[in-house]
């Protein structure tokens, strides 16, 4: 694949991937570290009654038991250390192994000759149902707590002398009850958590939004008193006065200086990682509404002057309007995508589509959509560059990158 690139005078900005769910996150780590402590307070009660079990001479019964609670320990250490990633998937391995200690109970125990002992796998059900729920989504765990109810009523039903169909039924009944309802507690405690990250995500980019057009808004106002009080001014003074003079000279020269302190001033107006997001998103909509854009954040927030943030949104818009206007494939729809990271120290964005491509190195120098509206643009940025790697046929990758020199 051929790749054209402009270099800014430092390297890009290497940021890495970290998404931003707080409220689903710490939910997660509490239910984990509640389920798996939980569990292990069960097996340390549960472990008595197996001891006892006078028919039982092998270590078995109580290999099987520690069995059964085997990943529960490194659920609550995980959900109060470990990455979070790892949770649902410690999780998962516990409600899996809960399941197959209760599908081989028969096997280790012909029958039960103390108390209702063999029931600790029917007891200990909502632990298994509540990882399954940690785990997965909520069909998924649904269907694993109606089959762990089942398979813990059957096996209970198999060990304990003078078990009959009705009581299986009545245990089946119980069971499916009791791990519906706590089922529904994990996944409304999930549910909750992720509807305030939604929340959380739609107020920012509202705020994100009302920020990036009040400085457009404040800047034009600027820029337009300017013109108005100054430039428009001169000019009148300067048709209303038959030659130069004094007062008309030192008119157009104050104008002049304040054009240039103007143009060259310091942009006081920054945008942090939300607002250039949203900033960005708004640069994609307005060519094509339908491409998703995706945002990963890692680090504190961004400060990305805003002068910066419309050179990227230009070059960013640009981009999109020439994939969609030159790299329709015949027969089948173009995929295309942007992805923005941002970092305390920079910014980068990438589109990427599926289309037809083209060979970079063939493109003419005065073709002003890459050349000029994007190559150009950020190498005219402090601290911008810009990627385009293409190739007949196999789509097309521009990367735009800024940089901070602080």
Not at 94 to 113: Q, R, W
Not at 338 to 355: C, E, N, R
């Amino acid at each position: 694949m051929t790749t054209t690139a402009v270099r800014p005078a430092a390297g890009p900005v290497a940021v890495d991937t970290e998404l931003s769910r707080a409220a689903t996150d710490q939910i997660l780590r509490r239910l984990g570290v509640v389920i798996g402590v939980g569990a292990i307070i069960v097996m340390a009660l549960e472990l008595p009654a197996v001891l006892i079990q006078p028919i039982n001479r092998s270590v078995w019964p109580e290999v099987h038991l520690v069995a059964a609670y085997l990943f529960f320990a490194p659920l609550a250490v995980v959900s109060a250390r470990g990455p979070v990633t790892a949770i649902r998937r410690v999780a998962a391995a516990a409600a899996i192994c809960y399941l197959a200690a209760t599908v081989t109970t028969p096997l280790v125990y012909s029958v039960v000759t103390v108390g209702s002992f063999a029931s600790w796998p029917y007891r200990g059900l909502v632990l298994g149902v509540m990882a399954g729920g940690l785990a997965w989504s909520v069909r998924t765990a649904s269907c694993f707590a109606a089959v762990l109810a089942v398979a813990t009523s059957a096996s209970n039903a198999a060990v304990v002398p003078d078990s009959t169909a009705w009581a299986l039924f009545g245990d089946v009944t119980r069971a499916l009850g009791v791990a519906a309802l706590f089922l529904w507690c994990v996944v409304y405690a999930r549910t909750a958590a992720e509807r305030v990250d939604k929340e959380a995500v739609r107020q920012r980019s509202r705020a994100a939004t009302v920020a990036a057009t009040a400085a457009r808004e404040r800047e034009a106002a600027r820029f337009a008193a300017l013109i108005h009080d100054a430039v428009l001014s001169t000019l009148l003074e300067a048709s209303r006065t038959a030659g130069s003079t004094a007062a008309l000279s030192a008119q157009a020269t104050r104008t002049l200086e304040q054009l240039e302190q103007a143009r060259s001033a310091p942009e006081l107006d920054h945008l942090d990682a939300a607002a250039a997001v949203e900033f960005l998103r708004a640069a994609v909509r307005e060519v094509d509404a339908d491409i998703p854009v995706q945002a990963a954040r890692r680090g504190a927030d961004l400060c990305l002057p805003l002068e910066s943030a419309q050179v990227l949104g230009a070059a960013l818009s640009e981009a999109v309007r020439n994939s969609v206007r030159h790299a329709e494939v015949a027969g089948r729809r173009v995929r295309r995508d942007v992805a923005v990271t941002v970092a305390t120290g920079g910014i980068k964005v990438v589109l990427s589509d599926d289309g037809a491509g083209f060979d970079p190195a063939r493109v003419p120098a005065d073709r002003m959509g890459i050349a000029g509206s994007i190559l150009g643009r950020m190498r005219t940025l402090p601290g911008g560059a810009a990627f385009v790697e293409s190739a007949p046929g196999a789509g097309t990758v521009v990367t735009l990158v800024w940089g901070s020199h602080g």
